[in-house]
């Protein structure tokens, strides 16, 4: 597909600077899938987005049962970076000092002064086990920090380290005890991913690696958090043409039911936020950039619109009551474009 000239960033690379950088980050992308097949057993489409989240300074919010490899996910993603890992296991008596860090008081010789020590969240890779399990002020502990980087304390304005990316995980099935996330947070996560099953030869698989030998140890294949800084500013430097924007803001559209969208004004109440196309237009961009092109097609962003958007719908009671998922709503909008 041929669309009209692209729209250049400010700061954008010429084509043979981005072609040579697209190429080297193939090649690393390639190495750590193998470093990542040594411990994963499938679940292809959860790791390509999470390494897009990752390079886009997203964030992802994961839905599957208990078992699925999401911590081992995220600890070999880790070491693959060289990145510093940190995981919390959300519970209804979580305070949020215990994500961010508190002031204690430190003696010394016959004075004494407060000093801030750092909670979970200073880190490179945070796992926010079963999110839902903690209450609305435990979560939202992690607005700051997932929108600006940075946590405030006591007053005082903390840089998070870079990158920073959330992956939080939360269990469709067991409902008791659990809070729902604020639309706020929802609206944070770049990602929302549902997490299958393995199959049958998938277990088997897996059965084979986790009842034998211990796990092989991964090798770090980034040589540091740097070149992950790099490629955050080289993705965001992919021109998209004006047209495909024009798809992508026609697509946000659609899912407010004031737009005539059929499909909106029967089972949506409120649509998609502006968030919803900034992510729209990064994850396009970072598959362009996975699958070794320059520029954004159509089918980028008809891609990764599911995981972008269903999670940023609220739904209507007649949706609910049909049973009506949002991806499937996402995906009828998308039929109704096209």
Same mark, same amino acid.
Request: contains cysteine.
């Given at each position: ?226 070149? %992950?800084? *790099? ?5 965001? $430097?992919? &021109?998209?043409?004006?047209?495909? !924007?024009?798809? @992508? =803001? +026609? ?11 059929? %499909?909106? *004004? ?5 649509? $998609?936020? &502006?968030?919803?196309?900034?992510? !729209?237009?990064? @994850? =396009? +961009? ?28 609220? !739904?209507?009671?007649? =949706? ?19």
């Amino acid at each position: 597909m041929h669309d009209s000239a692209p729209s250049q960033p400010p700061g954008a690379l010429d084509e043979a600077e981005l072609r040579r950088t697209v190429d080297e980050f193939r090649e690393v992308m390639t190495a750590i899938r193998a470093e990542l097949g040594k411990v994963m057993v499938g679940q292809e489409v959860v790791i390509t987005r999470l390494l897009m989240s990752l390079f886009l300074q997203g964030h992802v919010l994961l839905e599957g049962v208990p078992g699925l490899g999401k911590t081992l996910l995220l600890k070999s993603l880790a070491d693959c970076l060289g990145l510093d890992c940190k995981r919390v296991q959300f519970t209804p008596d979580l305070m949020p000092a215990d994500i961010l860090g508190t002031r204690i008081f430190q003696q010394e010789g016959g004075s004494g002064s407060f000093q801030f020590e750092a909670g979970p969240v200073f880190t490179n890779l945070l796992l926010a086990d079963e999110i839902n399990r903690a209450t609305p002020k435990t979560q939202s502990a992690l607005l700051e920090a997932m929108q600006e980087r940075q946590v405030t304390s006591a007053g005082t304005t903390r840089q998070l380290p870079r990158p920073f990316m959330v992956m939080a995980s939360q269990n469709p099935i067991e409902m008791e005890g659990t809070y729902p996330l604020p639309e706020a947070q929802l609206d944070r996560f770049m990602f929302k991913l549902e997490v299958p099953m393995p199959d049958q030869l998938e277990l088997v698989e897996i059965a084979v690696r986790t009842t034998g030998a211990p796990p092989p140890r991964l090798n770090q294949v980034v040589p540091s958090p740097e070149h %992950v800084s *790099r490629w955050i500013g080289v993705i965001r $430097a992919i &021109p998209i043409a004006r047209p495909l !924007l024009d798809y @992508a =803001a +026609k697509i946000i559209v659609a899912t407010h039911p004031e737009s005539g969208s059929v %499909v909106a *004004r029967k089972f949506i109440r409120f649509g $998609a936020s &502006p968030r919803g196309m900034q992510a !729209l237009v990064l @994850a =396009a +961009k970072a598959r362009a950039f996975l699958v070794g092109r320059t520029s954004v097609i159509r089918d980028d962003l008809i891609d990764v619109a599911q995981s972008c958007l269903q999670h940023r719908l609220i !739904l209507n009671f007649e =949706a609910e009551s049909a049973g009506v998922r949002p991806a499937a709503v996402v995906e009828q909008v998308l039929r109704e474009l096209r």
